[in-house]
């Protein structure tokens, strides 16, 4: 498998599974435990990288289906107030936005990677990552965030973002099959089947990103709100791991870390 390095991080290859704690600036996540006030966000970024997290991502928008719509504005407003926060701290920060000119805020800030759940779709997005020298986090996408419906399709779409890459000469990338209810056409079976078939998408020989954490899919099974979706969010990731997952983005970090560790043990030859 090929590596993707963000910041001398090394994703994939022969290196660890590794954690990608969410820093989530936004209220009106899905998640409303996960939301994190500007002036906490440099505590909680200090506690996630103690309790494991080798890198941050910071997300300043809701992209929960029926999420409270924000505008670019108010997204560029609240990423840069949270990353000013972060500025000289020396963490590996990655940015999950989608919008060419919030990314250009982000740019002002010291982050090593961009995180777009929208695949590439944008060309001056991808132009901006290519121009900047990001290294990338990219979902399955062909217009709409996760409009990929099923195995098969999902595996299409990221041969997509795989030709994306290749056209804006970016090679430093991971990939994300996009694991979630994103669109009304998606079923909580959809993402069960990607889920038990995640070691399908080692075909491309890149890292993949598992970022499942207390999503609804597992809420559909545990009968359970996104709070007390942990224990479910866990389990799911260990087989994720067993698929071939290289990094798990979690809210979650000391529990991720943990199931992180034992399974390299289980899998310790």
């Given at each position: 498998?090929?590596?993707?390095v963000?910041?001398?991080?090394?994703?994939?290859?022969?290196a660890?599974?590794?954690?990608?704690?969410v820093?989530?600036?936004?209220?009106?996540?899905f998640?409303?435990?996960s939301?994190?006030?500007?002036?906490?966000?440099h505590?909680k970024?200090?506690?996630m990288?103690d309790?494991g997290?080798d890198?941050?991502?910071?997300?300043?928008?809701?992209?929960?289906p029926?999420?409270q719509?924000?505008?670019?504005?108010?997204?560029?407003?609240?990423?840069?107030?949270?990353?000013?926060?972060?500025?000289?701290?020396?963490?590996?920060?990655?940015?999950d936005?989608?919008n060419?000119?919030v990314?250009?805020?982000?740019?002002?800030?010291?982050?090593?990677?961009?995180?777009d759940?929208?695949?590439f779709?944008?060309p001056?997005?991808?132009?901006?990552?290519?121009?900047?020298?990001?290294?990338?986090f990219?979902?399955?996408?062909?217009?709409?965030p996760?409009?990929?419906?099923?195995?098969?399709?999902?595996?299409?779409?990221l041969?997509?973002?795989?030709?994306?890459?290749?056209?804006?000469?970016?090679?430093?990338y991971?990939l994300?099959?996009?694991?979630?209810?994103?669109?009304?056409?998606?079923?909580?079976?959809?993402?069960?089947?990607?889920?038990?078939n995640?070691?399908?998408?080692?075909k491309?020989?890149?890292?993949l990103?598992?970022?499942?954490?207390?999503?609804?899919?597992?809420g559909?099974?545990?009968?359970?709100e996104?709070?007390?979706?942990l224990?479910?969010?866990?389990a799911?990731?260990?087989e994720?791991?067993?698929?071939g997952?290289s990094?798990?983005?979690?809210?979650?970090?000391p529990?991720?870390?943990?199931?992180?560790r034992?399974?390299q043990?289980?899998?310790?030859?």
């Open positions: 498998m090929r590596q993707c963000v910041n001398k991080l090394v994703i994939g290859g022969d660890p599974p590794r954690v990608m704690g820093l989530n600036v936004s209220p009106e996540s998640y409303h435990d939301f994190i006030p500007t002036n906490e966000i505590k970024a200090v506690e990288i309790a997290a890198m941050l991502d910071v997300g300043a928008r809701s992209t929960a029926n999420a719509a924000i505008s670019g504005t108010e997204e560029a407003s609240r990423i840069d107030a949270a990353l000013k926060e972060l500025d000289g701290t020396g963490f590996t920060i990655s940015v936005t989608m060419p000119w990314l250009d805020v982000c740019l002002k800030h010291e982050i090593h990677a961009a995180n759940i929208a695949g779709a944008s001056a997005y991808v132009q901006r990552v290519a121009q900047a020298g990001l290294p990338a990219v979902m399955a996408t062909d217009y709409i996760g409009d990929a419906v099923g195995l098969d399709a999902t595996i299409a779409t041969a997509t973002v795989v030709q994306r890459c290749e056209s804006a000469g970016i090679d430093n991971v994300d099959p996009g694991i979630g209810i994103w669109t009304p056409y998606r079923s909580y079976d959809d993402n069960w089947e990607l889920c038990r995640f070691d399908r998408f080692k491309f020989d890149r890292p990103l598992a970022a499942i954490s207390r999503k609804s899919f597992i559909s099974v545990v009968n359970r996104p709070e007390e979706r224990a479910g969010s866990l799911v990731t260990f994720l791991l067993r698929g997952a990094i798990v983005r979690t809210h979650d970090v529990q991720t870390a943990d199931t992180i034992v399974f043990q289980m899998v310790k030859k």
